[in-house]
């Protein structure tokens, strides 16, 4: 039999990849692909998909919208609902191609380390690992596929422009180098590694073959700051705001007490991966934002994973460079230097994975285990099997998201999140009555979220159990003080009982804690139409909603509405308005601003001292 080439590694690898997803072709639109994919028309045409470029991601709801710039994704899925006539399976058929693609990637970038063999391996395990079931199976994980792609796309141009002998060569190389690292930024931001990992496969390069490739580097990180920039421009305020809502607000050093049993988590899931779970939020990792017994040891096998990359660049330069990569690919949803919008998600260790697989397949390389060939081989057999196994019976837990809703509370019932889904599976059911009682369950499990409480709080005030509705709707307060959505709830509940006063009060607490909020502005103006407060004060408050909304004309005309009104006797509440209405009266109404200065003096109160 004839040696095994490279060519037919990389081959085995990509077509064993493509195999054992086939029965994701059967799978529908699950969780996150009914407003990504299903329900976007971005996603729904070529043209669509170009008009949208310059969008972010998720579509609006309402006044919520993720901050993630991924123009590319949405193009892909153009390509496929174009094609398809937005069929699904071609969808899963489109991931598993891809998936194929990344995993023939992942051995060609293995080859100059490891021989034929060891780098087949190391692709198989990469292709069947069970932390990609996710990624694969569900189709908004093709995400993480294509920015795997595009950085060792990224890895191999830029190993031939160091090779390069002419000039031609190096300007085709540079220019496919730049490409890959553009589908990767263009595909999810955290292909802004992506000089991190280019340096490092340069570093890693045996002295003799390595060339100098400061140009390439430098277009590199040229490329990703412009990216980084035009990100910023498009998302704007809303990077950031899909971070996790009871990290956001901790200080860095209880964020990192919360994330380190989640590091160890992730190290777990991608060693022993057979516990697999659909979302990681507590008590699957347990919450705690004090340092533990556990702190220190998580942090001591950090350390040890570090110190092994470091030690092993000489003599396992594959397995430096899995580690390392791997690392920086996880990185940008670590929550470590800013929270992102998981904890941990078993998609965002797609490129991770390439940890333990270039591992295996040096072991397999390792000279010293050549005596032990048998037991080396069925070894990777047992291993290969069982990670074949998993993957395979965990395909069908994406089918749909009913299945994802039942079979997640059915393995992991101490997860608050799926209770909260299943909650509103039931409400989406008009089955109130379980709606509310897995409500419970969830903020029995975590009470750091105040949206559980507030959805609680309605549907027990919906069911006629108002006591119950203000207990839970002050202990969300509690939680979150001065928050819109607290705010709006106790401030509908108190007007229920007649407490027009309270009401007033919360809303504009919830104001003054977040002048730029439209939310919080809007339940201040809904809450003085209420309270039968004056007409003109109402007509301020919704010019501010238009100020900040950009509607110039409708806020020009309520304030003219306002100026024809009479303002006296004024409340310390009105007054407390018009002081903080000076910005926009001085912009629009230089007139009424001077009426209103006046007015603010009388009250012999500042308007921002008035407000608190």
């Known amino acids: 039999m004839s040696p095994l080439s490279a060519r037919r590694a990389v081959l085995v690898a990509a077509l064993a990849a493509a195999l054992i997803y086939l029965p994701a072709l059967a799978n529908r639109w699950a969780l996150d692909d009914h407003g990504l994919i299903e329900r976007n028309p971005a996603a729904h045409s ?7 470029a310059f969008s972010v991601y998720w579509p609006p709801e ?28 071609w969808f899963h058929l489109t991931n598993l191609l891809l998936h194929a693609a990344a995993t023939a990637l992942v051995v060609a970038v293995a080859l100059p380390w490891l021989r034929p063999p060891g780098a087949l391996l190391a692709g198989l395990v990469f292709a069947w690992h069970p932390v990609h079931a996710e990624a694969v199976a569900n189709v908004v994980g093709r995400a993480e596929i294509l920015v795997a792609i595009g950085l060792l796309g990224a890895v191999l141009a830029a190993r031939r422009y160091r090779r390069a002998t002419t000039r031609g060569q190096s300007r085709r190389w540079l220019a496919l180098t730049l490409a890959s690292v553009i589908l990767a930024l263009g595909s999810k931001e955290n292909g802004a590694v992506a000089p991190f990992v280019l340096i490092l496969d340069q570093a890693l390069e045996p002295a003799p073959l390595r060339r100098r490739g400061q140009n390439l580097h430098l277009g590199v990180i040229g490329v990703t700051v412009a990216w980084l920039y035009l990100w910023q421009a498009v998302a704007g305020q809303a990077v950031g705001a899909a971070a996790v809502a009871y990290l956001k607000d901790l200080p860095p050093t209880a964020r990192l007490a919360a994330m380190l049993p989640a590091y160890l988590e992730a190290v777990r899931l991608l060693v022993w991966p057979f516990r697999l779970a659909a979302d990681y939020s507590p008590q699957t990792i347990p919450f705690v934002t004090d340092w533990s017994w556990l702190s220190p040891m998580v942090l001591a096998v950090i350390a040890a994973l570090l110190a092994l990359g470091v030690l092993a660049r000489r003599a396992a330069p594959a397995v430096t460079f899995a580690l390392f990569a791997g690392l920086a690919s996880y990185l940008p949803t670590s929550n470590l230097f800013f929270t992102s919008g998981v904890v941990l998600a078993e998609r965002t260790l797609y490129l991770a994975a390439l940890a333990p697989a270039l591992t295996a397949g040096w072991i397999l390389e390792r000279e010293a285990l050549a005596r032990r060939r048998l037991a080396v081989a069925a070894g990777a057999a047992a291993l290969l099997l069982a990670f074949g196994w998993r993957t395979v019976s965990r395909i069908p837990f994406w089918r749909d998201t009913r299945s994802v809703v039942i079979e997640g ?5 101490e997860n608050f999140s799926n209770q909260v889904r299943l909650a509103e599976a039931f409400l989406r059911a008009r089955d109130t009555t379980r709606a509310l009682a897995h409500y419970l369950v969830a903020y029995e499990l975590f009470d750091r979220y105040a949206f559980v409480p507030v ?12 006591d119950q509705a203000m207990a839970l709707g002050l202990q969300a307060y509690a939680i979150a003080p001065g928050h819109p959505g607290p705010a709006e ?3 509908d509940l108190v007007l229920a009982t ?3 006063d309270s009401a007033m009060a919360l809303a504009r607490d919830a104001v003054t804690r977040n002048p730029g909020n439209l939310a919080a502005l809007r339940l201040y103006a809904a809450t003085l139409d209420r309270v039968a407060a004056p007409a003109w004060q109402g007509q301020l408050a919704r010019a501010r909603l238009d100020w900040l909304q950009g509607r110039l004309a409708s806020a020009s005309a ?10 006296s006797p004024l409340s310390r509440a009105a007054c ?7 910005t926009l009266l001085q912009a629009l109404a230089p007139k009424l601003a001077e009426r209103a200065e006046t007015e603010v003096r009388q009250c012999g109160v500042d308007g921002a001292k008035m407000s608190r």
Do not use: M, N
């Open 409 to 413: 509370v059915i393995e992991h019932p």
């Open 46 to 52: 070529i043209r669509a998909a170009w008009h949208a």
């Open 489 to 491: 709830l106790l401030a």
């Open 62 to 89: 309402g006044e919520f919208t993720a901050g993630l710039y991924r123009p590319l994704t949405t193009l892909s899925y153009a390509v496929d609902w174009t094609a398809s006539g937005g069929k699904p399976w």
């Open 558 to 567: 309520r304030l003219d509405s306002a100026g024809r009104a009479e303002w």
């Open 498 to 500: 007649g407490k027009k």
């Open 455 to 466: 959805q609680a709080a309605r549907l027990a005030w919906a069911l006629g159990r108002r």
């Open 576 to 582: 407390s308005d018009l002081a903080d209405s000076r």
